[in-house]
């Protein structure tokens, strides 16, 4: 080797490290998994000055699991965010001291004389303030129990996240509703029914053994939104989980998220009691069904001793329930309410079904569960999916949604995008949420909202609540697509305020998971204010729906007709003749409009009152039909498919715009999956456009770029490419 002397060799050292520092990829690779809750430092200087000045040190009393818990995210947010470790102490030294407690726990807090405000927002409510204590400044968050602490925690985290000022911060923050549930659809084989971002989370095999580090990142992020509950299996439940050897496995679950606030519930199967109790019947009238019951659950317990209750899914879609014994669902949700009511537990009966005898689907949830109001006990609630035949892109809100004065009443969203391009396409659904949320039953007069009747301000509920079907698995980046965590993150924040915008927490999102760059932000919340509209556009506009391929629910499949049932046809949602298309459900067709509300009524049967985008789910109408836009509804319906492609092509330039703004490895990710929206979209567009023209008869107006192949070949790709990965088909 030649002599090189030594302060050159150094230099050349430092060069090669140098530049291979810059092309080596970042040893902190943005690959999504730290969801909303990144804590990167604070970009702008003097604000982070600002927050270090207020914020130099931890005062906190006590050390509960979830006083512990909280210490541990104040001190990984704030070294994170702030670029230094904060000192915890056990008193306040100077001015800058962050104090977290109770009254009961904080000596401190009881000093300050906040019970009046502190009552106001009851056990999982907080405040945030700035305070003045003995001469010196002082952050306080406050809270009757310790829950509402580590809630008051993430958000001071957010507004530091979100980079507002917290100067003169004032906050008084409490949830509208009781049950801020999630429910998971995940076998106990781990795979995930309409899952789509990989395994299920909960590793069978090495618990209770091994607590994987992701059981507690899961509800901290839950936690971070203010979740308060968890179903952690699939609806279509598997009754092996009531064994003792699952049970062990669920209690150590349960232990990792209890200093969360996040209580287990299990999904079970109706029929337990003659496939684990070998009894002959699950009657639930029968004595020995009811001493199963009892029996099994005092058995989980004892496992879990603030075991949430029982989620179940009973008469629907092959799932046994009290109809095959001749009860209705009322005695079959009781017979479980009995045997939790000594513990306090809780039953959660869905109210999604249908049946192959009834006209039309959309009727059968009200027409079976009507009757039953005020039968079920009061440690039931009903959760009633959005909207009224599932979770389509659009769907007027379910009418069982003020008719229910007397039955605990609860709102079931989907975040897992099963009906929305799986974990190929971005579809934020906070905007679907809020429409939800903010749709007028009227039962009570004007502004009688959903979002007022489930958190009880309508009727005298004790159990309101909230449930969001998501679909976290182990993908890196737990949902598969990057934005379905928007969806997540956008249901919780609403789970505890349902006046919350979309707008507004789309922005609370990007900001805290992607950047505060203004550059980024209005961009990036721009496509994720149009995606949800893009999707229903290219798949089923003006109120079409169902149009899916059976089983996957992914690709375009309109022309399917021939199934065993006719409701899981498409045909029969869209009634396509030459005359014309939608279902009629007006008085002169099966008059599931009756079911809303007759002010609502009146505007949905009417059609010069119905607005467009509900059109074709109430009325049957002919081609010409002349729409709001001055064009016929043929000519609309084109409009609106290939409204839906031109959107997803602005959202890829949009996009495309973002390069450099954003970490690379997301922006990439992104940027590939929506070539593969809107090479799906066009198929969706033209599949659609094609198969409904072979009915109208009309053209495709020459304006528009014309369907490269004809119907056949996009009836024949159904057979070949049903989704992109092979994997969920
Ligand atoms: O939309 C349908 C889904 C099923 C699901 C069902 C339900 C869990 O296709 O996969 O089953 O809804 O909500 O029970």
Redesign the pocket.
Known sequence: MKNIPINSLFKRLTLVLFISLMLAPSSFAEDGYRMWLRYDKVNDNELRQSYKDQLQHLVLETSSETMSATKSELKMGLGGLLDRPIEVCSGINSDGALVAGTPSNSQIISSLELEDALKEVGPEGFLIRRMDHSGNKLTVIAANEDIGVLYGAFHLLRELQTEQSIESIDVKSAPRVRHRTVNH?DNLDRLV??GYAGLSLWEWGTLPDYKHPRYTDYARFNASLGINGTAIN???ANPEILTDQFLEKVAVLADIFRPYGIQVYLSVFFDSPVVLGGLDTADPLDPEVQEFWNEITDKVYSYIPDFGGYLV?AD??GQPGPHGYGRDHADGANVLARALEPHGGLVIWRA?VYDPEQEDRFREAYDEFLPLDGRFMDNVTVQV?NGPI??QPREPFSPLFGALPNTNTILELQITQ?YFGFNFHLAYKGTYYEEVLRDDTRVKGEGTTVGRIIAGEVFDYEHTGMAGVINPGTDRNWTGHPFVQSSWYAYGRMAWDYTLGAEELAEEWIRMTFSNDEKVIEPMKEIMMESKEAGVNYRSPLGLTHLYAQGH?YGPAPWTADLPRADWTAVYYHQATEWGIGYDRTETGSNAVEQFHPEVAAVFGDLNKIPDDYLLWFHHVPWDHPMNSGRILWDELVHKYYKGVETVRWMQETWDSLEGLIDQERFEHVKALLSIQERDAVRWRNSCVLYFQSFSGMPIPEEYEQPEHDLQHYIELENIIHVPDPWYN
Do not use: G, P
Request: charged share 45%.
């Open positions: 659809w029914e309409r699939n609806v279509n899914k629907s879609e999604f999916k599932d979770f099963e629910h």
